[in-house]
């Protein structure tokens, strides 16, 4: 799948733990293709999700076209990308803040066959983007570790820059506080994969709320 098409991406952190599979199948049905799953390991952030046992029973029980987008909020992710990426990750993801070893862990992480993000916190700025080759650029804009936080208007500037730093060739992904309204904010600011997952799983109609937020995002 190539990296420069749109995308929202519904993370299933907000969504039935114990129905994960049907839950995602519901938002494949209404035309998701990245699935964005978020690892918290109560180290890097407070809470504790999921590991690569998971991402396999995902992997393995979703269709193929199902882009498996990895966010990994750990400590030394080196130690553990390989393992994501045998469980079936398309992508993976690190912090610049979790590890000194960013170049030698996106290198491990196309090594496994899986696409190489990179990731910064909201008090963090874009610049380690340029020093390192990437697949795709995340900007969180709520800081990391929960669902359902207000998004960070502050953050769309660094979109702009991230983008003008980065040229159109690379992702520009967003997470957090992504709704219609700010996901149409972000596509003006040039990010182009969009994660929400409040705004779909906790709503009524994950369907309908996923196209709303794809139509404002200009997917
Ligand atoms: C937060 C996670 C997000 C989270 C976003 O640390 O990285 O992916 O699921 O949740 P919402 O869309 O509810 O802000
Ligand atoms: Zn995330």
Known sequence: MPLTERHVAPSILSADFADLSAKVREVMD????????????????????????????????LPDEAYLDVHLMIESPEKHVAEFAKAGADGITIHVESTPHIDYTLSAIREGGA???LVVCPGTPPDHFAEVDLDLALIMTVNPGWGGQAFLRNQLDKVR???????????????????????????????????????IFKSDDPAARFREIASAAGC
């Open 30 to 61: 209404a035309g998701a293709r990245v699935i964005h799953c978020d690892v918290m390991d109560g180290h890097f952030v407070p809470p504790i999700t999921f590991g690569p046992m998971v991402v396999s029973a995902l992997r393995d029980s």
């Open 115 to 117: 696409k190489a993000g």
């Open 161 to 199: 820059r991230a983008r003008a730093l980065l040229g159109e060739g690379v992702a520009i992904e967003v997470d957090g506080g992504v709704n219609p309204e700010t996901a149409a904010e972000c596509a003006e600011a040039g990010a182009t994969w969009f994660v929400a997952g409040s705004a």
